[in-house]
């Protein structure tokens, strides 16, 4: 049997990382991309293949797929889309341009993507979409507005392809981690001093004992509930090899609890827990 084939965005570091070494270890022929060509040529130094793609690039998109496709013959047994980040801040005072840029970055880049790859996928008559989605795309937290908007729309993507997609071979499953050990915090962070102008914001104060001080200060510790990376491996490789994939996938005890708690709870106590949380 030929040696399968993944292609997966935002393997830098974090989730993606991880996914990309642990399918490599169990045989998979690993397509591990990155948008910054240095993390590119670590991971060609690693043994994996490695095609820049930098999601907010549609050119990029484009030509990391076709480099993927001239390795494999034109074939690819499954996308694990990945690469995405967040952009903390108050929905007041986060500007429409970084809205719109990481809106590029989550959903649209994925999206682009994902379109030129099921034909392929049709066309060899199988093949596996994995979104990495959130807990925060079916819940909603304060100070998180842009990302959690962005976990929402792929929800909503994902489950009108899913259905659309049902007769045919392609299977198309969600993971929604909670915590997870990764760079997410410190990338946050980068994207909420370039874009958030918090000290003349009416949250200010907030920020300050918040959000900065948890960006700016070593924190110790893990978060009681923060799993390593491998915990979302074991879920993809469910949804990679499994005869029967899982529509969702959640990781982390607040993955379940949320899903629980927004399935009982009217709104206005579901908002004073997660408030509280
Ligand atoms: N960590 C968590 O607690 C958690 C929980 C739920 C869901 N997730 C999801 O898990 C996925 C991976 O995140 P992570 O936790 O592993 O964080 P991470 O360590 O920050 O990794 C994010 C990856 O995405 C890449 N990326 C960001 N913007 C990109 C763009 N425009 N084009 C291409 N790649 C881009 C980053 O590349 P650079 O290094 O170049 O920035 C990096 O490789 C994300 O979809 C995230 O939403 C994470």
Same mark, same amino acid.
């Given at each position: 049997m030929s040696q399968k084939t993944i292609l997966i965005t935002? +393997? #830098? #570091?974090g989730i993606g990382l991880a996914a990309a070494r642990s399918l490599r270890a169990r045989g998979w022929r690993v397509?591990? #991309? +990155?948008?910054n060509p240095d993390d590119c040529n670590r991971l060609i130094a690693e043994g994996f293949d490695s095609p820049r793609i930098e999601l907010r690039d549609a050119e990029s998109i484009r030509s990391g797929l076709q480099e993927v496709l001239a390795a494999t013959g034109g074939k690819l047994d499954a996308l694990f889309n990945n690469g995405a980040r967040g952009m903390p801040g108050a929905i007041e005072d986060l500007p429409a341009a970084g809205l719109r840029d990481l809106m590029e970055s989550n959903v649209i880049g994925w999206h682009d993507l994902t379109r030129q790859v099921i034909p392929i996928m049709r066309a060899q008559g199988h093949g596996r979409i994995v979104q990495n989605s959130s807990v925060l795309g079916y819940v909603s937290m304060r100070y998180r507005g842009a990302y959690v908007a962005s976990k929402h729309a792929l929800e909503g993507l994902t489950d009108s392809m899913r259905i659309e997609l049902r007769d045919t071979p392609i299977h198309v499953s969600l993971i929604e981690p909670g915590p997870i050990t990764s760079d997410m915090r410190k990338n946050n962070a980068a994207q909420f001093f370039e874009w958030i102008d918090w000290e003349n914001s009416a949250f200010a104060e907030d920020y300050r004992n918040g959000l900065v001080k948890r960006f700016t200060e070593k924190q110790e510790g893990?978060?009681?509930f923060e799993l390593p990376a491998e915990a979302v491996c074991k879920k993809l490789i469910h949804a990679l090899e499994a005869n029967r994939p899982r529509a969702r996938y959640r990781i982390t005890k607040p993955a379940h609890i949320m899903n629980v708690l927004r399935r009982l709870l009217p709104t206005s106590l579901l908002d004073w827990v997660i408030a509280k949380a």
């Open positions: 935002g +393997c #830098s #570091s397509f591990a #991309s +990155c948008r893990l978060d009681p």
